[in-house]
């Protein structure tokens, strides 16, 4: 039996450290929770018009969610 398995990866090269350990600055929102929602929702909804999140399998390496 032979079996497939795609493999993609994201890569952000040169993430200043603040981006890295914040999810307001990585999405340029520091001190406005309501601008980090907007920006999380516009990423999502942009995501999901290329990535299939029902089949998506992630290996995530913080315990930080956007959702």
């Known amino acids: 039996m032979t079996s497939s398995v795609r493999?993609?990866?994201v890569y952000?090269?040169?993430t200043p450290p603040p981006a890295a350990e914040s999810a307001a600055a990585f999405?340029?929102?520091n001190d406005d929770?309501?601008?980090l929602k907007t920006n999380v929702a516009r990423l999502l909804e942009s995501s999901h018009r290329f990535i299939?999140?029902?089949t998506l399998?992630?290996?995530h390496f913080t315990e930080q969610r956007l959702h």
Do not use: C, E, K, Y
């Open 7 to 9: 493999v993609q990866l």
């Open 12 to 14: 952000f090269d040169g």
């Open 27 to 29: 999405f340029a929102a």
């Open 33 to 35: 929770p309501s601008l």
């Open 52 to 54: 299939d999140f029902d």
């Open 57 to 59: 399998s992630v290996a």
